[in-house]
């Protein structure tokens, strides 16, 4: 069964260019997430989906970022204007609501840089 | 207070050992618990859940005491290939589904 597939792994920028991240979850998922992993630091929360509806963006930097997940499967990410300090490893995750918590699994991350 | 606190470590131990980490959460509402292993420059992947009974699978064994708010993973004849972060997760305040990752725990077994 393939996995989480997000692009591009990796993406170099300067400051103030805009960017995109792009995941495609594992097929059947309904929940899919976005994660901000700091190094040294646990995955934090931006958004997350059930189906198509973003059902908790509370930790989103609205100013900068937005998301879409349209058709309820695939979704993006955008930072515009990227900022020196959105420099981290972005990762989307998926899952199959079902009971108390679903089971998350990660796809392998975007690592932005931005200069 | 952090909603999750972990030992950042490393914890550097030999082939064969046992190690221990701890975690607690703040949240006494919280429902779900796990812990999640991420390699270097890899994605975080689901080791175990953890359940008020304990669990087993097989060298991993994970506790929760609800009590104390307190998480804890334990390795038995530690392997090479156990070196890694390890990263306790609670689902977070008034919401399921929304899991909150600790810093993690860095394991480095030895030869």
């Known amino acids: 069964e393939a996995g989480v597939v997000q692009s591009p792994r990796y993406k170099i920028i300067e400051k103030k260019q805009p960017v995109a991240f792009w995941c495609n979850p594992i097929?059947?998922?309904?929940?899919l997430y976005w994660y901000r992993q700091n190094l040294g630091q646990g995955p934090e929360l931006l958004i997350r989906?059930?189906?198509?509806?973003?059902?908790?963006d509370s930790q989103l930097p609205k100013d900068r970022f937005s998301a879409e997940r349209l058709k309820g499967v695939d979704s993006t990410l955008k930072i515009q204007p990227a900022e020196l300090g959105d420099s981290a490893v972005y990762l989307c995750?998926?899952?199959?609501?079902?009971?108390?918590?679903?089971?998350?699994?990660f796809g392998p991350g975007t690592r932005l840089t931005v200069l | 207070r952090k909603e999750v606190e972990q030992d950042p470590g490393p914890f550097n131990v030999p082939e064969g050992a046992t190690v221990a980490f701890n975690c607690t959460y703040s949240?006494?509402?919280?429902?779900?618990f796990f812990w999640y292993r991420q390699d270097c420059r890899k994605e975080p992947k689901l080791l175990m859940s953890?359940?008020?009974s304990g669990n087993e699978d097989g060298r991993f064994t994970a506790q929760l005491n609800r009590a104390s708010q307190y998480i804890s993973l334990l390795i038995r004849d530690s392997k090479l290939s156990d070196s890694a972060t390890y990263l306790c997760?609670?689902?977070?305040?008034?919401?399921?589904?929304?899991?909150?990752f600790g810093t993690g725990t860095l394991l480095a077994v030895q030869p």
């Open positions: 995750a998926s899952g199959l609501a079902q009971g108390v918590t679903d089971t998350q699994y």
């Open positions: 097929s059947g998922h309904n929940t």
């Open positions: 989906y059930e189906n198509e509806e973003a059902v908790d």
């Open positions: 949240n006494s509402a919280s429902q779900s």
């Open positions: 953890v359940y008020s």
């Open positions: 997760v609670v689902n977070g305040k008034g919401a399921t589904n929304k899991l909150i």
